[in-house]
């Protein structure tokens, strides 16, 4: 059996060179997905860690609101943060002992 072919029918590239239909608008490109709200990047959970490390070695518990202060914190260039761990663990020198 052999099949018919509908000379007809065109693809509308084909329509719109013959004028016999209009260029067809492109859909518009999907958005870009949003970065994740509060993801922090490997080198904030770096600085993270360290200062929570130094803040440990440091005999320093964490109160409430030092989460935000701390996520803050690793936020900054890594040697910024390295700085306020070496100030958290440096010994301080007993008052009594002056």
Do not use: F, H
């Amino acid at each position: 059996m052999r099949r018919r072919v509908d000379e007809s029918v065109g693809d509308i590239a084909s329509l719109v060179t013959l004028g016999l239909a209009e260029p067809q608008a492109k859909p518009a490109a999907p958005p870009e997905p949003a970065p994740a709200p509060d993801m922090p990047t490997p080198e904030e959970q770096a600085n993270e860690l360290l200062l929570e490390e130094a803040l440990v070695a440091a005999g320093v518990g964490k109160a409430a609101g030092d989460e935000e202060v701390i996520d803050a914190l690793a936020r900054l260039e890594p040697t910024e943060v390295q700085a306020v761990a070496r100030w958290l663990k440096t010994k301080k020198p007993d008052p009594e002992t002056k």
